[in-house]
């Protein structure tokens, strides 16, 4: 089935507004089987949402709008909606209802709260709890319109706990499209590719892709089965996959790496400190962005200065001037240091150049030394890691809460 | 005047690339005073371009088309371009040789270099000196049609170097619409308004607008004057509102606080060291993201145990017991003692509560001190910051570079 999209906002043809909202929607959409074949947006303008409402309704079944639901004067996408397709606006009274308990307390016009509240007289009322305006379906013959606020949040909880059940069932969908993402680190796309490209070439449902990302791969499994047996076949390759690549596979989907590793220490009931160079704060910034990181994180050392590594780390100022700070040596000793200064379970030591100076022939731009401490001793990695000082710092600190991840 | 933009690409349709280069194309547009009535996106498809730009064409006098001109197969833009228009491509030379050079060493099919540097017969080619497809503009009678490649960074860099200067003298643009953002911490949305109230009401060119944005205001200053008056035009207005907001401007633009305060530390020769509680790191990261960060950052400690502070910091296990850990005096000890660790010039101090555990009913999630020692003593300020953890990391790390701005 084909679909098209209609964004309304001027904000968004003065460039004032990047239309997020069309993206989500379609992505949407995909995941339903329905393809969309154009995006249109046009201004707060009644005559141009008009002929683009008009417009598609001459291409399409399916129209799904998104903004200008708002109290406003230049709110108008519901008006033109009913004016074109001769479908009278009439004050829903459970929307009323709705709109009057979010707004208690506030001094909002009566006029505004109304203007809200009406909907077409043959149209389907979505809720809006996150919100006031409600969202609208409208089916007349083979034509569905969806009017859906231009407020991201309020667009996306419709769309995924209204919309998507609905459309499933009205669209009779038989095949849903759904995707997983394994999130590789430690290994290029050449590697990855290599060890699953015979699983990769195997099928094409689910179809296996890789996209490099930061430093890192993602493998993408998307597969278009009924519903009943979509997360099933995608499981079916996802262990495929992870027989393979074992642990470099570090999370899915949304997951980040600090909650892999704050999620790991908790359940350990370890404690640990980091004691940074290159990375300036960047892993400890990471590791206390979970709430409640005080279970797990004890302190950390930015030691810039080889003063500072002396003063707080315990590095011998003999050693920095014998192996140069950005040295295995040097970061095995941050590491223990800092793991040793207040006796917690483990201890990361990282150091490196992340330029755009301070590189040489021998120690160039992107060398980076990490290091882990614990009662067992000292492990550290050598990375040679590319891109300018903000992806260096960035590669450096995932890095790092990876070798953590393994070790846990 | 009035223009449309088109973008081509299926993946802005499948949802899995969002489109910034609408917003971007639209913005400059705007500032030339061309007001965009719609933005299309197609796919690459050859029937549905065609449409779109057809259905454009009986519309505007002025289209912008972004996506569809790479190497292969899939990239039509061009030859559903000529096709339309009637205008045969042929091989420019100039644009064959500017491939050939950049493709150096590569091994590409000899097709693909030559299918980039076909272009339509009375076209003007735009030269991409950060990839290899070439942009185009096609002039015919009243109509312009102008196609740039769809990779962001080569599309700006034409839309910037080329095509700016061109529409300027096409259009005969008499007057240009030029913005400038003024970027204030320490006042709220109100306290702004109060402050310029009447200079936003006295004037509509240039225009002055506020914008609430994570913890500040920004103030921008929107006008449209002829290209060799907007400059001046704009200064004045931004000398009166700093006459008024003073130092609580702490930047313009696209300036961060960190590139502000890194430039002063410089610029005064003095070195820095940090000790923070819960920005978790936060506050050297965004030290140490600037580039030469080593003259004058030293290092700092994240000193979460309040066993970590009188370890490092020497703050006394007793006046954490009898103040509490998020306490004026704690972080007053804390900025004196991480810059006397090192004797470095001056000290930061930052403690409070990130939440969304640990608030009480004295000491709610949000309360933060941020103190900074010198050789002058300490000063301290109390913050009640809202919003999520990362907002509340966030705003602090804001709050303490402010203070040292002001400082310095």
Redesign the interface.
Known sequence: MKAEIISVGTE?????????N?????????SLGV?????????DSWQ?IYQ?LE?SLGRVDLIIVSGGLGPTEDDITKEVLSRLMGDNLVLDEAALAEIRRRFRGHRIPEKAIQKQAMIPASAKRIPNPVGTAPGIILEKGDKTIILLPGVPREMKRMMEKELYPYLLSRLGTKELISSRILKVWGMGEPQVNQRIADIMLRQSNPRVGLLAKRGEVHISITGKFPPELVGEKIKTVEDKIRERLGSSIWGVDEETLEGVVSRLLKKRGLRI??A?SC???????R???I????DY?????????N??KS??LGVPASLVKKKGAVSSQVAKKMAQGVRK??RTDLGLGITGI?????GSRNKPVGLVYIALSSSEGEICQRFILAGD??DI?WKASQGALDMLRRYL
Not at 14 to 20: A, F
Not at 22 to 30: P, Q, S, V
């Open positions: 968004i043809l003065l460039g004032s507004l990047v239309d997020t069309a993206a989500f929607i379609a992505e949407k959409m995909a393809s969309i074949s154009r995006i249109s947006t046009v201004g141009d683009a417009e400190a980091v940074e990375t300036g704060g960047l892993v400890s910034h590791l206390t962005n709430p409640g990181s005080s994180f004890s302190y950390g050392i930015i030691g810039y200065s003063q500072a003063t707080f200064a207040e992340a330029g755009p100076s301070g000082r903000e710092k």
